[in-house]
C-alpha cells in the first residue's frame, strides 16, 4: 500500500500512532508524507496535501526531531486550500452517542447464548451478541466481558445431582471457557481484535487470567473476555464480574438480563411485579432482589462502582445501554 499511496499510508499509520500517543512512529509518518508531496501533489492535487497536513498535525503533538518540524509546516502550508473540507468530518466524540463509561465490565448469561434452544450455543444470538460488542467497542469504550456457563453446565445444579460442589463448581468453570472462545472467535470474524483469558488456567486453549494482561489487551482497544469465574469454586460468575469491575478500576458494571432491568419480583411470573429505574446498592441487597447475588451487590458497593440492569433481548442492547439509551435500571451509591 505504501508504494502504490504513499500518502495515504502515511495518514494511517500518523492517525493510529498520534492517537495512541507513539512516539516513534508518528514522526516516521510525518516524514513519509512530507516525502510524498512533491511526487504526488501534482497528480491528485488538494486532496492528498490536505490528507498529509492532516497526518502533520496529528504528529505535532509529538516530539519530533527539527528538520521534520519544517517537513510538517510545508505540508500544512499545501494542504492549506483543503483544510475546510476535513474541518466537517464528523468526529466519534461529537456524536450524540458518546458513550458514558470510559471501560466497563460487561456480565453475560451463559442462557443468553443458548437463544431459543435448551442448551448449548445459538450461532444467531452468538452472532448479535458478537456484533452488539463490536459496536459498543467503536464507540470508543474499552470493553471487559465475563461470561457464565449455564448453556452448558451449572455448578449448582450440578451439587444437586449428587456431585461434589467444589468438583460441580470446576465443571461449571469449563462451560465459561467454551463460551469464552465461542465469543472471542464470533468478534474476531467481524475485524475486531478480541482475547479470552481463563482464572483457570490452561494456556494450551487461551491465555491465563491476569490483571496485567487485561489492562494491557484493553489499553490496545481489545475486547477481553474473562472465563473462569473468580477461579474457585462457590462463587457466582456474577460475583467474578463485580471482583474483575473493580480489579480492572471499570467505571459500570453492565449486567444483561432477560428483561429490561430490575423487578421486585420475576415479572414473567407476577404480573404486579414493580420495575425500579433507579436503586442503591443497600436497597438491591435489602429488598433481597434476585438480578445478581448478595456478594457481587457487596463488592460493587463497596467499591462504589454502579450497575446497569438491562436486556440484552434487542438488537445493540448493549451499545443502547453505554450511551444512555433504552430502557434499564442503575444500580448506585
Not at 42 to 49: C, F, I
Not at 174 to 187: D, F, G, H, K
Not at 267 to 291: F, G, M, W
Request: include cysteine; proline fraction near 5%; charged fraction near 20%.
Amino acid at each position: 500500500m505504501l508504494e502504490r499511496r504513499p500518502v495515504e499510508a502515511a495518514f494511517l499509520l500518523g492517525l493510529v500512532c498520534a492517537t495512541r500517543q507513539d512516539r516513534l512512529d508518528a514522526p516516521i509518518a510525518a516524514n513519509r508524507a512530507a516525502a510524498a508531496i512533491p511526487q504526488t501533489a501534482s497528480q491528485d492535487g488538494a486532496g492528498r496535501e490536505a490528507v498529509a497536513c492532516a497526518v502533520c498535525d496529528g504528529a505535532a503533538a509529538i516530539p519530533i526531531p527539527s528538520q521534520l518540524q519544517e517537513n510538517a509546516r510545508l505540508c500544512y502550508k499545501r494542504g492549506r486550500r483543503a483544510e475546510s473540507s476535513l474541518a466537517k468530518e464528523p468526529s466519534m466524540n461529537d456524536s450524540p452517542q458518546s458513550p458514558k463509561w470510559k471501560r466497563v465490565v460487561v456480565k453475560l448469561s451463559g442462557e443468553a447464548l443458548q437463544g431459543s434452544q435448551t442448551h448449548g450455543l445459538d450461532s444467531a444470538m452468538l452472532d448479535r451478541i458478537a456484533d452488539d460488542l463490536a459496536a459498543a467497542a467503536d464507540l470508543g469504550t474499552e470493553i471487559a466481558v465475563v461470561v457464565g456457563g449455564g448453556n452448558f453446565f451449572r455448578g449448582i445444579q450440578g451439587a444437586d445431582t449428587g456431585i461434589e460442589r467444589a468438583r460441580a463448581d470446576s465443571i461449571g468453570m469449563l462451560a465459561t471457557v467454551m463460551n469464552a472462545l465461542a465469543i472471542e472467535y464470533a468478534i474476531e470474524k467481524r475485524g475486531r481484535a478480541a482475547r479470552a483469558l481463563s482464572a483457570v488456567p490452561m494456556p494450551a486453549v487461551c491465555q491465563p487470567y491476569s490483571r496485567q494482561a487485561a489492562l494491557h489487551h484493553l489499553a490496545k482497544g481489545r475486547i477481553v473476555i474473562l472465563a473462569g469465574g473468580t477461579g474457585n469454586p462457590f462463587f457466582t460468575t456474577d460475583t467474578g464480574a463485580a471482583l474483575r469491575g473493580a480489579e480492572l478500576s471499570c467505571d459500570a458494571i453492565m449486567k444483561a438480563t432477560q428483561v429490561d432491568g430490575v423487578y421486585s419480583a420475576d415479572p414473567k411470573k407476577d404480573p404486579s411485579a414493580t420495575r425500579y429505574d433507579h436503586l442503591t446498592h443497600d436497597e438491591a441487597i435489602a429488598k433481597n432482589l434476585a438480578v445478581m447475588d448478595t456478594a457481587a451487590f457487596a463488592l460493587a458497593r463497596e467499591n462504589r462502582i454502579p450497575i446497569i440492569v438491562f436486556s440484552i433481548a434487542t438488537p445493540r442492547a448493549i451499545s443502547s445501554a453505554l450511551s444512555g439509551r433504552g430502557r434499564a435500571t442503575l444500580v448506585a451509591p
